[in-house]
Every structure is written in C-alpha cells, then in structure tokens.
C-alpha cells in the first residue's frame, strides 16, 4: 500500500529535550511538507523540501530542524529552543511540480505533548 | 487580510440531507488550485477535492461537488445526502505563486455535525 506512515503517534517530552518524529512516503513524490496544528486552528508550515538535500523555512520554522537525506525521509526535529511544542505534527507529501494543481497527502500526525 | 476564511465554526446536518461548507479566499494571481481537505476525530487530513482556477466546470468527486464562483471569490464544498460518517472537521486550502514557486495556505475549519 502507498501512503506515508508517521512515527510516533502519540509523544511525550519534558522540558528542554529534543524529539524527533518520523515521516516517512511510498509514493515517490518528491516535495515533502512539515505542519503544525493547534486545538481549533488550521495548518501552520514548519519546513517543506522539494526535493532531496534541499528544505526551505515555512511561516514558523523556529525551534525546528529538518534533513531531507532520503527521498523517501523527511524527520523533524523539535528542539528546546522551541516555546511552545505541543501540538499535533502533520506530514504531508506531494508530487512537487510548481504549479498550482499539486494536491498534497497527509500521513496521520503525531501528536506531542510536553510534560 | 485573511487569505483563506470559512466562517462558519460548526455546522449541524440531518443525517441524508445536503450541506453546505463555506469557503472564501484572496488572491491576486490568476493562476491558483483550491482544495478540500477532511479531518476526521483521528486527526488524518484526508483530501477530498480540487478546484483549478481556470477550471469552467464545478469539480465534482462522488457526493461531494465544490460550488466555485470565481467573481465572489469563493469555492463553497457540497456534500449531498450526508451520512454520520461525515462528522469531522472540513479545511479549505489554497494554492497561489509565492515567492517564485507556490504555497498551500489552510483555513481555520468548519466542524460538521451530522445527526442521524
């Protein structure tokens, strides 16, 4: 089955640690996208990368870190640098042509919660 | 500006009857995609439909049809004869030309009730 599966679903972190979640797709796309989601709110850009060794900063790239080594890969890092970390990560993937019809998948998200 | 706005918080629908998700957006490129997306209490986003801007056909997709009007600047989801399946949050999105490539922005959401 093709899709994009995420790792872990649900995460725990005391304060002043790093945690890495998983994103990893099947469909061979090329564009990768991380987001934030917020209880009652809609979908902020972390990072996106449109294609292997190359990430560009979204709308709140701060206190997060990403590596895109693998087409297939594309985890996020939330470091301690980052305020306010609980929320619900979305992953998502797309074919990643530059236009405007490039429909993008979502895995099931993580959801981190800071103890 | 808000680039994306669905105004309606929630929704409550009778169970086989249509309902209708509003969604307006701003933009200045001629060129952008409009999509909607299904959240479901499992917190998936599942994509449901797509809306190009140079599309002359409202987009269709099995009980769900977008409602585009271009000079309103808004792309209303239908979905008829709901079922209680349906009860989930519904997102509308965006696709424009930003800074030399193209950018997704999502709206706040509207969360559907479907009574039986």
């Known amino acids: 089955d093709g899709g994009i599966t995420q790792s872990p679903k649900y995460l725990f972190r005391k304060e002043g640690q790093n945690v890495t979640l998983s994103c990893e797709q099947n469909l061979n796309h090329d564009a990768m996208y991380w987001y934030r989601q917020d209880p009652g709110q809609g979908l902020r850009l972390i990072y996106y990368?449109?294609?292997?060794?190359?990430?560009q900063k979204g709308d709140i790239a701060e206190g997060y870190s990403v590596s895109r080594e693998k087409k297939e890969s594309f985890p996020l890092t939330v470091t301690s640098a980052q305020k306010n970390p609980t929320a619900f990560y979305l992953c998502a993937s797309s074919i990643g042509a530059l236009t405007s019809t490039d429909t993008q998948y979502f895995g099931p998200g993580t959801r981190l919660t800071v103890l | 500006a808000q680039k994306i706005t669905q105004t309606q918080p929630g929704m409550f629908v009778q169970e086989k009857e249509a309902v209708t998700l509003d969604c307006t957006y701003d933009?200045?490129?001629?060129?952008?995609?409009l999509f909607w997306y299904k959240q479901p209490s499992s917190g998936e986003m599942i994509f449901l439909i797509y809306q190009g801007s140079y599309d002359q056909q409202n987009a269709t997709e099995g009980r769900y049809s977008l409602n585009f009007q271009k000079a309103r600047k808004s792309a209303n989801l239908v979905i008829s004869a709901s079922q209680l399946g349906d009860s989930a949050m519904y997102f509308c999105a965006m696709r424009e030309g930003w800074g030399g490539g193209f950018k997704t922005i999502f709206g706040a959401g509207t969360r559907l009730f479907v009574k039986a």
């Open positions: 933009t200045s490129d001629p060129s952008y995609g």
């Open positions: 990368s449109q294609i292997v060794n190359d990430f």
